[in-house]
């Protein structure tokens, strides 16, 4: 009768699994809380402390580390010398094991987690019986995904369980160990120098993509542990996400995490907002954002920090989109979008980065930074110029400051009304950017007169706003510390304009 070792912190689908099993003519070996819920659902089990003849000690600390254990999975059946020695001492070989670990990432994860819990949450005989099972794969076969089991055991009813299948799960256990291990070393390397001396990023393959960003390119979407990030995106509707749709639906959802109370639209096109806007529902937002740049918006992706409903989908009906993404959809506009058959319709979490590192990949190597967080309060904000701006102008400067955050530097946004009129984004210089948002508001009918402009970095020179100054802007954010913040001030009061400084840089490079 072959034998099966089952141990697992997620219980997820394990007495299904168990059950198969013994349909299946296996015995199943457990321990501790997994044996009591097998045997709650009348799976018969034999518990460790039978096979070892050593009752578990230290709370539990010490139960499968035994040589009855691992001498039942690490003796190869190929070897008469192997099975004669753990005949001799009555070890039964184990053929399969299912073990998933302490939630280790998991405790972590939790604000001011004691370090004693943490360190409690630290898995050893797990990985040691994981470990034992994948290096003698040829003989145990061994499963770490709860995932798998329906899998497995399929596979175990069609005696499918050949070399290949036995490589594939091996190799899942060592991935998962080493990121196991990983998130321990992270946690336990000082952080007294900030960022830590030695990284170790577990990502783990969620979807193959049709190419890159060009045909020529092959590529996937991999994913972290990071909570509310890709590896929750749901796609409820259209065709296959590309490599670009995803870079630009993330570019819009970042773009669009800068409101937390207000519904706030956000359009992209190759991941640079052609729009922006906030309102009191999300379909004035999405109008608001649309009109901005109609010309533009056409094939976009459109995003929403806030549930989109019926109105909001027949608001965007006469418009050719790429994908609209948001954090959830009504079913009355996911009927809308349904008339849309190719339509890309992904719900994916808002967030905002918090305490989470932020890679950019160069040749041999890697950029690590804190991920950017928009800071909205004005605390530390400060009026430069003789005129303070007015009402209307601080509430549009304040959304300017909010929207140009999520523009490519140099970032130039005019504003009014809460929305976007006019974008310069990734010009080489940032009088070009003043130029072109400026350039792009008049030429799609939209008057800069009047509105105020935000800035992702200082002025270095006082053109930038004498070209905002010539359009009629009334009023400028910006971060300063230029040495030549005094001219750019200067600037700005010769022409009558508010001017207020943020202190704080917001480049999107």
């Known amino acids: 009768m072959p034998r099966a070792l089952i141990s697992v912190s997620d219980k997820r689908g394990i007495v299904p699994f168990a059950q198969g099993l013994v349909e299946l003519g296996w015995e199943i070996v457990s321990t501790g809380g997994t044996a009591a819920a097998l045997r709650a659902a009348g799976v018969d089990v034999i518990s460790v402390d039978e096979v070892t003849g050593f009752a578990e000690l230290l709370d539990g600390r010490v139960k499968t580390l035994h040589p009855a254990i691992h001498g039942a999975l690490l003796a190869r059946r190929d070897l008469p010398a192997h099975l004669a020695a753990i005949g001799e001492r009555g070890i039964v070989p184990i053929d399969l094991v299912a073990v998933n670990l302490y939630p280790f990432q998991m405790t972590i994860s939790r604000p001011g987690v004691p370090f004693g819990d943490a360190v409690e949450n630290i898995d050893i005989g797990g990985p040691s019986m994981l470990r034992s099972a994948a290096k003698n794969h040829e003989f145990v076969l061994p499963v770490v995904d709860p995932t798998d089991y329906p899998?497995?055991?399929?596979?175990?009813?069609?005696?499918?369980?050949?070399?290949?299948?036995?490589?594939?799960?091996?190799?899942?256990?060592?991935?998962?160990?080493?990121?196991?291990?990983?998130?321990?070393?992270?946690?336990?390397?000082?952080?007294?120098?900030?960022?830590?001396?030695?990284?170790?990023?577990?990502?783990?393959?969620?979807?193959?993509?049709?190419?890159?960003?060009?045909?020529?390119?092959r590529a996937a979407l991999y994913v972290t542990e990071e909570p509310r990030g890709m590896r929750d995106l749901a796609q409820r509707q259209g065709k296959e996400l590309s490599f670009n749709n995803l870079l630009d639906l993330d570019a819009a959802m970042s773009a669009v995490a800068s409101w937390t109370n207000r519904p706030a639209c956000c359009i992209v096109k190759h991941t640079t907002p052609c729009g922006l806007a906030v309102a009191a529902s999300a379909a004035e937002a999405f109008r608001k954002a649309r009109s901005t740049d109609p010309v533009s918006a056409f094939g976009s992706v459109i995003a929403f920090n806030t549930v989109v409903d019926r109105a909001t989908a027949q608001a965007m009906s006469d418009l050719f989109v790429e994908v609209v993404v948001s954090p959830s959809f009504h079913d009355e506009a996911m009927a809308v979008f349904a008339a849309k058959k190719q339509l890309r319709v992904v719900e994916l979490p808002v967030s905002r980065g918090t305490g989470t590192l932020d890679f950019k990949r160069v040749r041999g190597g890697f950029l690590v930074q804190d991920q950017f967080e928009f800071d909205g309060s004005d605390q530390h904000w400060s009026v430069a110029t003789d005129r303070q701006p007015t009402e209307r102008e601080w509430n549009d400067l304040r959304f300017a400051w909010a929207a140009v955050a999520g523009v490519k530097s140099n970032a130039i946004l005019l504003a009014r009304d809460e929305m976007s009129i006019g974008i310069g984004a990734g010009q080489t210089s940032r009088v070009d950017s003043a130029f072109l948002a400026v350039h792009k508001a008049r030429a799609l009918g939209h008057d800069p007169a009047g509105t105020v402009l935000a800035s992702d970095a200082f002025f270095p020179f006082a053109d930038g706003v004498e070209q905002a100054a010539s359009a009629g802007v009334s009023a400028i954010i910006q971060p300063g510390g230029s040495v030549r913040d005094a001219e750019v001030i200067e600037a700005a009061n010769r022409h009558g304009m508010a001017m207020v400084m943020t202190g704080r840089r917001q480049f999107r490079h």
């Not at 499918?160 to 390397?189: M, N, P, Q, W």
């Not at 120098?193 to 190419?211: C, D, N, T, V």
């Open 151 to 217: 899998k497995v055991l399929d596979l175990l009813r069609r005696d499918a369980v050949d070399a290949s299948v036995r490589r594939e799960f091996a190799a899942k256990v060592f991935a998962h160990t080493g990121d196991y291990d990983a998130a321990i070393a992270g946690y336990l390397t000082p952080k007294d120098e900030g960022l830590p001396q030695r990284l170790s990023l577990a990502i783990e393959r969620l979807q193959p993509l049709r190419y890159g960003e060009n045909p020529t390119q």
